[in-house]
């Protein structure tokens, strides 16, 4: 019977090690294959000036709009890091570099956790839990040595709070400070151990020198001050970041692929400490309490709740188990029980093998898309020598900074704080043409030349806008970018020698279907029909399951009137993309236009189920509301959409004529 019992343990124990081995696997490969930041560019400019110039920046040198203002680098070191890797073996090495970072991190979260063999299928399953709800934040960003660093204090205060390890805590809080702004963490936690618990009174040293190595960056109080004063003015003008950038919306805006399994481990923790609350731990209470406010106000903050939660949650599991477990040991509990850690590991390694299986057929390296790194445009740009003050898009202001500086300065990028409220405000009224402003604001930043690439329908009003407008003209014209130069003196003999001619542009056979389908857009947004036809046409013939060819058809046939071939365009685009924007956008559209005005807004409030930060979908329902009559309902999705984005005239005016109609 004991051989039996045994048996039975090292078999259990068994299926755990290799389901833990295979969800680190996991893990190294999603972190390779999802890793996606446009900011890795200015880590490794940044890092490459600061080895050139062995100097950290004080102030802004990368821009044309703020350049000279004060600039706290909080990640400094993490750059400099990045670059030499990148410098010695490219942008894959600094992929793999990040998932190590993220696969250390996971590995302390789960010796913090990891008490007895009997419990390691609780670890492993709750690991599994944290990484699904953990996806979203993986990426190429010196966050990472944050999270390392956060597990690591997470470790020795749970493991060994008594043992003289805890000095080491202020040389690692040197090191976190100098590498992240959330270095800020670190003291908070000890803090918050040596408060709620009078074991751990003997901590106040540790914590009072980690506070002073916080101080030993090359901003030195100002460094120290930074993350309190990004917290501060998140409720001020900055607070406008907040509503148009992803990572910083609320968690439960991105949907339900990212949300549910954070909602999964909110409920699951806090059932936690419900079974356990006769032994409740306060300081694992106010670090849950505080970590989950953070973290549902801004996304960018999940995976250091998911960590601290999957954490308490094993703690209190194992000690309401060890407690009242014996009661349920016996008898059918204790069977179902058994039985039930059998099923549950036997899934959690089926699943992370088929996982694995399916992003080994993938590409698991960081690859360059022209989508997110428009370099020939930038070539154009340095080899035809175009003049400086560069119009471009906030999320390719950091690339642009790595190819261009320090020939040209961008207009934005990624440094929300060195930009401040008010200067991103002038950014979304040029963006979003806002008519009253948009001129005096290219006048006054000097622009003379505009790159627009990036999201097409988030540049699409801006290209459409310039391109009518006699006083730019066209210069550069590919699937990832277009190019406009003020038409000025200065710029005549440019344009004469690069103007770009789209009327006669004739169809390249690329080859490629999602180039032609991109095209289509462009000349769709542009208001040259008859080549987005030819285009999308084009597309079709390479690869007939193309969406986006659908969906330029489609709303060109609604602009023409061609209702029958409009919809079955559009049943194709949305078979083939069920959840596409564009596509939902022409099917509401083409009822609208249709005047069946109960299945646009049908239509159009699946839109906002699925894209509910964003401001068209509010918008589009609350015309679909205002066509039906429905003027309350109107008002209140308009009303969203200004509040989400209240630099799009449309917006406003579609809202005063359903106030003027009430």
């Known amino acids: 019977m004991a051989d039996r019992s045994k048996f039975i343990k090292n078999t259990e124990f068994a299926l755990g090690a290799a389901a833990l081995a295979f969800l680190f696997a996991l ?21 490459e000036y600061i080895v050139q110039n062995r100097a950290v920046p004080q102030e802004d040198i990368f821009s044309s709009t703020v350049s000279g203002k004060e600039w706290i680098d909080h990640s400094w070191l993490v750059q400099v890091i990045f670059y030499s890797v990148f410098h010695l073996s490219g942008i894959n090495s600094v992929a793999s570099l990040c998932a190590v970072i993220v696969l250390l991190a996971f590995l302390f979260l789960f010796l913090s956790t990891y008490e007895q063999r009997e419990y390691l299928v609780l670890s492993v399953l709750m690991l599994t839990i944290t990484l699904l709800a953990s996806l979203i934040r993986f990426n190429l960003k010196p966050e990472n040595f944050s999270l390392l660093f956060f597990a690591i204090y997470l470790y020795i205060l749970r493991k060994h709070p008594h043992n003289k390890i805890v000095f080491i805590l202020p040389l690692i809080q040197v090191i976190w400070a100098n590498c992240h702004g959330f270095f800020i963490l670190g003291p908070l936690l000890l803090l918050i151990f040596i408060v709620a618990e009078k074991t751990k009174r003997h901590l106040w040293p540790v914590f009072l020198l980690a506070c002073a190595a916080s101080f030993l960056t090359p901003y030195g109080y100002k460094g120290v001050l930074y993350p309190f004063t990004i917290i501060l003015g998140s409720t001020g003008k900055i607070g406008i970041f907040y509503k148009h950038i992803i990572e910083l919306l609320p968690t439960w805006q991105l949907g339900p692929r990212a949300f549910l399994p954070y909602l999964a481990l909110i409920i699951i923790s806090l059932f936690s400490f419900l079974l356990n609350h006769k032994k409740l731990n306060p300081a694992y209470i106010i670090i849950w309490l505080s970590l989950l406010g953070i973290s549902l106000r801004i996304n960018r903050n999940v ?29 059918i509990p204790g069977k179902a029980i058994s039985a039930s850690k059998y099923i549950l590991i036997i899934f959690t390694a089926g699943w992370l093998l088929q996982k694995n299986a399916a992003i080994l057929n993938n590409n698991p390296y960081y690859y360059i898309s022209a989508r997110d790194c428009p370099d020939k445009a930038a070539e154009f740009i340095l080899k035809e020598g175009l003049p400086e003050n560069i119009f471009n898009v906030f999320n390719h202001g950091s690339y642009f900074i790595y190819k261009l500086f320090p020939r040209e300065r961008v207009f934005i990028d990624g440094r929300t704080e060195l930009y401040g409220g008010g200067f991103f405000e002038d950014y979304q009224k040029i963006l979003n043409i806002n008519e009253p402003a948009i001129n005096n604001l290219l006048e006054r930043y000097k622009i003379n030349t505009v790159i627009l690439s990036d999201n097409l329908p988030t540049v699409s009003g801006l290209m459409a806008y310039l391109y009518r407008r006699p006083d730019w003209a066209l210069v550069y014209f590919d699937e990832d970018a277009l190019i406009f130069l003020r038409n000025n003196e200065r710029n005549k003999a440019l344009i004469s020698r690069l103007k770009v001619d789209l009327n006669n542009r004739p169809v390249t056979k690329t080859g490629l279907s999602a180039t032609h389908a991109r095209f289509a857009w462009m000349f769709y947004y542009l208001g040259l029909k008859e080549q987005a036809i030819n285009e999308a046409k084009e597309a079709l013939k390479i690869w007939e399951r193309s969406a986006d060819a659908y969906n330029v058809l489609g709303r060109i046939y609604t602009a023409q009137k061609r209702y029958a071939e409009a919809l079955e365009n559009l049943r194709l685009a949305r078979a083939y993309a069920p959840s596409n924007m564009e596509t939902l956008i022409g099917l509401g559209d083409l009822y609208m236009e249709k005047r069946e005005y109960a299945e646009a807004i049908r239509i159009y409030k699946k839109l906002v189920d699925l894209y509910p930060y964003k401001s068209e979908p509010h918008y589009l329902l609350g015309k679909g509301y205002h066509a039906a009559n429905n003027l309350k309902a109107a008002i209140k999705s308009l009303k969203k959409a200004v509040g989400l984005n209240p630099y799009k005239d449309k917006y406003h005016k579609e809202l005063v004529r359903v106030y003027n109609k009430g």
């Open 27 to 47: 893990l190294y490969l999603n972190m390779l294959i999802q890793s996606r930041d446009p900011d890795i560019w200015l880590h490794l400019k940044t890092g």
């Open 303 to 331: 995976i250091f709740f998911n960590f601290a939660a999957c954490l308490f949650t094993v703690d209190n599991i194992r000690a309401f188990w060890e407690k009242e477990g014996p009661k349920f040991s016996r008898g």
